[in-house]
């Protein structure tokens, strides 16, 4: 049933000890769908598909990831492994009453959604990764040349400061779609005062301090959750070669790919996202 007020509203959420930013919109009694950004974005990234769900009939949910924006954002490099954000994620379902609830990622969202998806699937009823990739492909890539180059920026935020010194141009460069209207000016204001809070640019890069300094190896288990990749071909940090052969590890997956769009796909190609997301979360 299509909600009376799909207006978005705010709260905090603790969970997983650390304080969350949520914004949210449907019907209460609406199928969960957690939306989860990535860098350098925060819970705007959604703000297009925010309003076609809600009148689908789904209860969305956009939080800011820890560290981003409005949420908390806990000191030293630790509090940032993927163990825990996925942690976050999983929690954050059960403070908002739901055992289980759809998941979509995208970029670092997508990663997190990856990772809970695979360590704890019992709480994912539909998974949807855009421009995100899965692990192991992302582990076989980085043995080519063409892939390391496009993951210059992962080794540049190594260095100390300098990265949190640069962040605001680079965020002005990395958030340029295939479409000129894929950020608007007072949208990319808000981005710029939502990099510009206290400690939000080193939580921001801890991300990716994390996942280097971390690793990852090992084999992958096989993903039972159905699942929707959305994949914008003329990404300039992942290869397209990133959305092929995921069969291996994801038997089942629906992949579908945009051909004009950049790594930010659900700008880009925001009606046909909108209608994939809504097909594939319906069940249909």
Known sequence: MPPTDPAPRSR??????????VVETGPEDGPP????HGFPEYWEAWTRQLGPLARAGFRVFAPDLRGYNLSEKPLGTDAYRVSLLQADVAGLIR????ERAHVVGHDWGGIIAWALALRQPQVIERLVILNAPH???YRRALRTPAQWGRSWYVLYFQLPWLPERTLRRFGRWALRGANPQAYLPAERRRYEEAWARPGAATAMLNYYRAMTLRGSGGSVPPLRVPTLVLWGERDAALLPELAQGLEEWVPGVRVVRFARASHWVMRDETIRVNNHLMEFLSGR
């Open 135 to 137: 692990p192991a492909a």
């Open 95 to 98: 403070a908002l009453g739901y």
């Open 33 to 36: 769908i957690l939306l989860l």
């Open 12 to 21: 905090h959420v603790v969970t997983n000890g650390v304080r969350l930013h």
